[in-house]
């Protein structure tokens, strides 16, 4: 990312449950440039989990939920930025997205994401209530909520959220569409979403 390195705090989270995968990201932190760097490994579902057919599924997609709200319950503990870039190690953002998302921000806007299009369904994770919409927009719309693949949040909304969902509601979506939050979405921005394996 094209933001200066020494003025991001970088919170990494291995859930992969591989001790090979792990040792690659414990050398590449030891490398990195960045200034302030955490590396977090700990387990949030079986392993394997991710990778398994969540279309044919409802009670995979129910499993990989409620393990990602674990996941992200653990991540925004003690949060201490003004803002927080989630990023899933799948959706690769333009270099220079945190700057341009960043400029959308008023007193009153919660979020802005930039938009990817699903690995598995014909939408994009962006949604009008709790539903996805399936084409895209143009500019910066505000929307109901978006995924937590490359979203650019105000701190103080994640620290003490408790990640949760209904049954049959992604937990990202209703995180936003609960709390009556006001999110951008800004096409111009658009992520791509990785076709190898799934987010770790």
């Known amino acids: 990312q094209s933001w200066p390195h020494d003025r991001i705090r970088l919170v990494l989270a291995d859930t992969s449950q591989d001790r090979r995968f792990h040792r690659m990201l414990r ?31 409802a009670a995979v997609r129910r499993e990989v939920d409620l393990t990602m709200c674990r996941i992200w319950s653990r991540l925004t503990r003690g949060l201490e930025t003004p803002w927080t870039l989630t990023l899933e190690d799948d959706v690769l953002p333009p270099r220079d997205v945190l700057p341009r998302l960043l400029e959308h921000f008023t007193p009153k806007v919660d979020a802005v994401c930039a938009p990817y299009r699903s690995r598995l369904q014909d939408y994009w994770f962006v949604f009008r209530g709790t539903t996805p919409v399936r084409d895209a927009g143009e500019g910066a719309q505000r929307v109901s909520g978006c995924g937590f693949g490359c979203t650019l949040i105000r701190s103080d909304l994640l620290s003490d959220h408790v990640f949760d969902s209904p049954d049959g509601t992604w937990y ?29």
């Open 27 to 57: 050398k590449w932190v030891a490398r990195c440039d960045y200034a302030d760097v955490r590396l977090l490994r700990f387990t949030a579902g079986r392993k394997g989990l991710a990778d398994l057919p969540r279309k044919e599924s």
């Open 172 to 200: 990202d979506p209703w995180f936003f569409h609960s709390r009556r939050l006001h999110v951008i979405a800004d096409w111009s921005c658009r992520a791509q979403h990785g076709e190898g394996r799934s987010a770790r």
